[in-house]
């Protein structure tokens, strides 16, 4: 039997199936588990089941010693885990991608509509008590048939996304690192272009590239000037891919007509110059939260301790 200790709530159906071969010990407390008290848990364990609140570095994995073997990320995201650190000691880190693919898509919808069609304004305006009444210039918005989206990041969320998008009469374009599959390309009516290109077509941008040294404030002044007065920027990927002081100018000063932002780059901290403008939707990263598809997300997790834990190939793993 190995010792998996989990670092924050997971639906209990995950705990079940791994509490059937080994023990478990998860933090259950309703706040994010704290640094220290992290640290003093880990020490001994062989597998850790983190969620994308814990930093897993360098200290963390040698504070839990070198039985450990996985660590297993309830996220497709693992901006949060030192993966060379981990393949240096060798430790198996897994994700969960797939599972939380229509999810995730549903809340770029979401937010494409959100902040095109000014939902959260009327929601705030109604709220707010303020008299109103059914005008012909009243909370205007822009409509999505016939409209460019332009896609940073083909891949499976990107993908999910470009299809709900093409149900409302978008074309698509996209910006991947490398060609999606023929086929979909087809189906989506798609093509590859540059970024630049992408940014100056697009009448709305949404993200769905990973983050990493490569895509940080991949958004900033200079590709927000680089787009059209009258688009949207769309980000359910993660926060510090777009720098949020950039956006807040280029909001405030028209330079883009608005935003829907799931993720932020200082997570929970918004930046105060977005919290002030009314043309952007901001949303506490729900990306994936749904009952359905955090249950997936926490069986995979599951899936993947389990496998490593037996010496088989997870499902998902990242190294
Ligand atoms: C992920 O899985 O990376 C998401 O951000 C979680 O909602």
Not at 58 to 87: F, H, M, R, S
Not at 105 to 130: M, N, P, V
């Amino acid at each position: 039997m190995s010792r998996v200790v989990v670092t924050g709530r997971v639906p209990e159906a995950a705990l079940e199936k791994l509490r059937t071969e080994h023990e478990v010990e998860a933090w259950a407390g309703p706040e994010s588990i704290g640094r220290e008290e992290l640290l003093r848990r880990v020490a001994g364990a062989d597998a850790v089941v983190s969620l994308l609140t814990e930093r897993i570095d360098a200290e963390l994995l040698d504070a839990a010693g070198p039985q450990l073997k996985v660590v297993a990320n309830v996220a497709v995201g693992y901006d949060n885990i030192d993966v060379p650190a981990c393949t240096e000691r060798g430790i198996v880190a897994t994700n969960t991608p797939g599972v939380l693919t229509e999810a995730t898509a549903d809340i770029a919808l979401g937010l494409i509509l959100s902040a095109t069609r000014r939902l959260g304004e009327g929601e705030r305006l109604i709220r707010s008590g303020q008299p109103w009444k059914w005008g012909m210039f009243f909370l205007l918005g822009s409509s999505l048939q016939g409209k460019t989206l332009g896609i940073v990041g083909m891949g499976g969320i990107g993908q999910a996304t470009a299809r709900r998008a093409k149900a409302f009469g978008m074309e698509i374009v996209y910006q991947s690192r490398s060609e999606i599959d023929l086929a979909i390309a087809a189906e989506l009516g798609t093509r590859r272009v540059e970024l630049e290109e992408l940014l100056a077509i697009s009448d709305i941008v949404s993200l769905h590239c990973p983050y990493g040294p490569a895509t940080h404030h991949l958004i900033g002044a200079e590709q927000l000037s680089a787009m059209k007065h009258s688009a949207y920027l769309i980000n359910t990927a993660r926060g510090p891919i777009i720098d949020e002081t950039a956006l807040a100018s280029a909001l405030r000063e028209g330079q883009i007509a608005g935003a829907g932002l799931d993720v932020f780059e200082n997570e929970p901290n918004v930046h105060p110059g977005l919290l002030e403008l009314e043309n952007v939707v901001l949303v506490p990263h729900l990306g994936s939260a749904t009952v359905e598809t955090r249950t997936a997300m926490a069986l995979l997790a599951a899936d993947n301790t389990l496998a490593v834990l037996s010496d088989e190939r997870p499902p998902a793993p990242i190294n």
